[in-house]
């Protein structure tokens, strides 16, 4: 099965009656460490969801929930290009890393917005993906969200909202996570306090006793309650932290998270880390290395590689000329190329070469066998940083592929006399083995989703002064997948 597009999966989570909890691993019922005197302060709930947002100059923004191993929610309108990092099991953000070992820090690899996040807040609500994936334990664990469009929320009355928001109007942020019980109202209730009413994508709360209410500092914040999915009770968030009064002691509006939940599930499909292509591999029964993906272009003086069953990738310096009935062979195919997509900024300049990689599109598919599969290639991944190719020695003593470890060399651009790319890496060429071809893979041993796969990071760009310049694959991800779609 080929590359699965967000709007199929949308129609197969909805139209299929797909149904589930989108992190399974999520907060159970709430707990009580220690009565909580007025309703305040929450450093007795069993909060591990909670996330702290803060920017480039370490400046507290809002808050969130973590709800993925590597994505947390908030609200849309926080989101900027000045987010850089994210705080976990933290609750007291006077506490530093140093002196407070349950926080986790992980950096804002990407921020994805509701496009709908446009007029009065209507979809305000927001995705952060992390640089990596959380570690979960007792004090860092993600809360429920549940993925089913026959669960509304419409009779969940009770809620409670955390933030680091404002105690008062007139009172700077808390640095203790606060805690209030609020109730659902009627949409029009807002209509006094803020001049608007909920649309089926917000709902209105306020405090349960009539005193107090989220305040500036609390959006993005989750609104949560117990609930019962599929016979289990469990912590679920029912809403967001999105905008209110200024006096902070009125009725205010919330991000509706049950009217949210297939663009969430998509989004988190979308960009979290998965293989582009399932149906791939490089080893045989017995854990022997094989390069079932391996294939040659152009009289075999330029290698490429099968990423799907329709698309190879190669180098953009073969194609500097117009070519036609070029053919693709492999061990056990060879089909002619339909169309050859170079990277529209690739370039070249004194043996240098800039975004040296290329697509061949097949006429037809290739038949996938034991024999013929493509590799495999992670998209939305993390930067590798141990390298392996696969390899042949030129000692015919030694029988099969080896496995050769690689550390990239971080002088390399002294050594060639020209700038290494941040989207290229360098490795010295190996002398007892057959690795110069451009277009030949370098690769990395990594789990993608509990599978511990071969993953294609680079290829082959050039060879100069016994170093190999690699164009880095992984980098150009988001192109690729535009071009295979």
């Known amino acids: ?33 220690y009565k909580i005197q007025a309703g305040e302060n929450a450093l007795g709930y069993h909060t591990p969801f909670m996330v702290s ?12 929930s973590l709800i993925h191993k590597r994505f947390v929610l908030t609200a849309g309108h926080v989101i900027s290009k000045d987010l850089k990092f994210v705080r976990l099991g933290e609750k007291d953000r006077t506490c530093q890393n140093w002196n407070c070992s349950i926080v986790q820090e992980y950096l804002v690899d990407k921020a994805i917005g509701h496009p709908g996040n446009k007029l009065l807040f209507e979809n305000d609500i927001g995705l952060l993906r992390l640089n990596a994936h959380v570690e979960y334990n007792k004090a860092i664990k993600p809360i429920c969200i549940i993925v089913d469009d026959e669960v509304k929320f419409k009779d969940v009355k009770k809620l409670r909202a955390f933030g680091w928001g404002r105690t008062a109007s007139t009172e700077k942020l808390s640095d203790v996570l606060k805690t209030i019980l609020l109730n659902r109202e009627d949409p029009s209730a807002c209509e006094l306090s803020v001049g608007a009413t909920a649309t089926d994508h917000q709902f209105c709360a306020a405090s349960a006793d009539g005193h107090g209410d989220t305040c500036p500092g609390d959006s993005g914040g989750p609104l949560v309650a117990d609930f019962t999915y599929e016979g289990k009770m469990s912590y679920t968030q029912i809403g967001i932290v999105s905008y209110g009064s200024q006096s902070c002691n009125a009725s205010s509006i919330y991000t509706d998270v049950a009217s949210h939940q297939a663009w969430i599930a998509e989004m988190v ?9 399932e149906n791939c591999s490089s080893q045989w029964t017995g854990n022997i290395a094989v390069r079932l993906w391996e294939t040659t272009i152009l009289k075999r003086t330029v290698a490429g590689t099968l990423i799907t069953d329709e698309f190879v990738v190669t180098v953009a310096r073969a194609f500097q000329t117009n070519f036609t009935d070029i053919k693709v062979k492999g061990k056990y195919f060879e089909i002619e190329v339909a169309q ?23 006429k037809n598919k290739v038949k996938m066998s034991d024999l013929v599969k493509p590799i495999c290639l992670a998209v939305n991944s993390f930067p590798s940083i141990t390298f392996t190719a696969l390899l042949e020695a030129y000692n015919r003593s030694v029988v099969g592929l080896q496995r050769i470890n690689f550390t990239p060399t971080k002088d390399c651009s002294r050594t060639i006399g020209m700038p290494v790319e941040s989207n290229q890496f360098c490795v010295e060429q190996p002398r007892d083995y057959k690795y110069k071809l451009p277009g030949s893979v370098m690769g990395t041993y990594k789990e993608v989703k509990d599978v511990m796969s071969y993953l294609l990071t680079g290829i082959i760009s050039h060879v100069k002064y016994g170093m190999l310049v690699f164009t880095n694959v992984e980098t150009y991800d988001d192109w690729i997948r535009k071009n295979i779609m």
Do not use: W
């Open 269 to 277: 499909h979308t960009h979290e880390e998965h293989l582009l292509f």
């Open 1 to 33: 099965m080929s590359v699965l597009s967000s709007a199929l999966f949308a129609i197969l989570l909805f139209h299929q009656g797909l149904a589930y909890l989108l992190e399974p691993n999520c907060k159970g019922h709430i707990e009580l460490v």
């Open 340 to 362: 050859i997509i170079k990277h529209p900024e690739f370039s070249h300049s004194r043996g240098s070469f800039k975004n040296n990689i290329a697509l061949l599109k097949l």
């Open 53 to 64: 947002i803060y920017d480039n100059t370490r400046k507290f923004i809002a808050g969130g």
